[in-house]
C-alpha cells in the first residue's frame, strides 16, 4: 500500500474519531478504539504481518492513546460547548 494511502486513512479515522467524540452521546466516541482493539487482536491472531509482539503493544499502545486523547478532548469540546450554553441561559433570565 501507498504511503500516502496508508496517510489518507489515518487522518480519515482520526477525523471520524473527532466527529464520534464531540457528540452528545458519550460512548459514541468509543467505538474506533474498540474497533483498534479487534483489528490488532485480529492481525495476532491470524498472524497477516510479522510483527514481533514489542512492535505489535509498541502500536496498540501508541494508537490506543491518539484515539482515546481524542475522545477525551472531544468529551471537553461538548462540556465547554454545554457550559457555553447552559451561561447563555442564565444570562437571559432576571
Request: aromatic share 16%.
Amino acid at each position: 500500500m501507498n504511503d500516502w494511502y496508508r496517510l489518507g486513512i489515518i487522518v480519515l479515522v482520526f477525523a471520524v474519531q473527532h466527529f464520534l467524540s464531540t457528540r452528545n452521546e458519550r460512548y459514541l466516541g468509543s467505538i474506533i478504539p474498540i474497533g483498534y482493539l479487534a483489528f490488532i487482536l485480529y492481525v495476532y491472531t491470524t498472524d497477516i504481518v510479522d510483527w514481533s509482539i514489542l512492535k505489535l503493544a509498541l502500536y496498540f499502545i501508541l494508537g490506543e492513546a491518539f484515539l482515546i486523547g481524542y475522545w477525551i478532548s472531544g468529551r471537553k469540546i461538548v462540556a465547554n460547548k454545554t457550559q457555553k450554553e447552559l451561561e447563555k441561559m442564565k444570562a437571559r433570565e432576571i
